[in-house]
């Protein structure tokens, strides 16, 4: 049965050992997480150990195998609620491929009920030049500016960001950064991962790893995350 929400729940994301296997593999296995509104949590770890998977099962996109799990309070069951309250940016979803760049952005804007600006978010992110172009015809790089936009215009509180510097230049990345500091301004909930650290501690409040399925470390990101 799945609980309802508190009225005003203490944690944008709490995880009480939670598992995930893939066939008999397990990639998480008991993961505790509690994260405060407003934080910014950089999570490191490996090729394969586990981040990606984490951001999707947050976002309710995959059930946890054992364990617990809330978003602003909703059951991680509750995968409709979850997802209203999440925005997902990972390097395979969320774009249509044979949709322009700004017809993208139109989409997500109806998508979330809310105005659309796309030429606006498209000079923001320096993609204005290849708003006529389709999302599959993008370079990677560009693919993410993309993304971004798409995360400016998300309501979402929680946002849940898979590598968000990687295929990016130098000014992408500084951009992201700038963006990502004004989304927590805002008092955005962001989850990030990273193979980056320096990048990533520009912006992180704190940093975990993932290794061998479980949280290795969770620090205040003055201590650094190697
Ligand atoms: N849908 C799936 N089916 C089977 N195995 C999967 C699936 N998704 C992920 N895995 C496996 O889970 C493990 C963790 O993958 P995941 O993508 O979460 O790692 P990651 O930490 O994000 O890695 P990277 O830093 O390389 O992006 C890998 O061994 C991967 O092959």
Do not use: W
């Amino acid at each position: 049965m799945v609980a309802p929400p508190p009225a005003a729940p203490d944690y944008a994301l709490h995880l009480a050992h939670v598992a995930r296997k893939f066939g008999a593999q397990f990639v998480l296995r008991d993961v505790t997480l509690a994260v405060a509104p407003g934080e910014v949590l950089a999570l490191f770890g490996g090729n394969g150990a586990g981040k990606t998977t984490l951001l999707r099962l947050i976002a309710g996109l995959l059930s946890p195998t054992r364990g617990e799990g809330r978003v602003f309070g909703y059951d991680l069951r509750d995968k409709r609620s979850v997802r209203e309250h999440v925005f997902l940016m990972t390097e395979g979803g969320g774009l249509y491929g044979d949709l322009t760049a700004r017809e993208n952005l139109d989409f997500t804007a109806r998508m979330y009920g809310v105005p659309e600006r796309s030429a606006e978010l498209l000079e923001r992110v320096d993609l204005a030049p290849a708003a006529h172009k389709r999302a599959r015809e993008l370079s990677s790089g560009m693919r993410k500016r993309l993304h971004l936009a798409r995360m400016l215009l998300a309501p979402s509180p929680l946002l849940l960001l898979d590598e968000p510097f990687a295929n990016l230049d130098t000014a992408g990345k500084e951009a992201v950064l700038t963006h990502l500091c004004a989304a927590q301004a805002e008092g955005k909930t962001i989850l990030l991962s990273s193979h980056e650290p320096e990048l990533a501690a520009q912006v992180a409040t704190r940093q975990a790893r993932i290794e061998g399925g479980v949280l290795t470390a969770q620090i205040p990101a003055t201590q650094g995350a190697a």
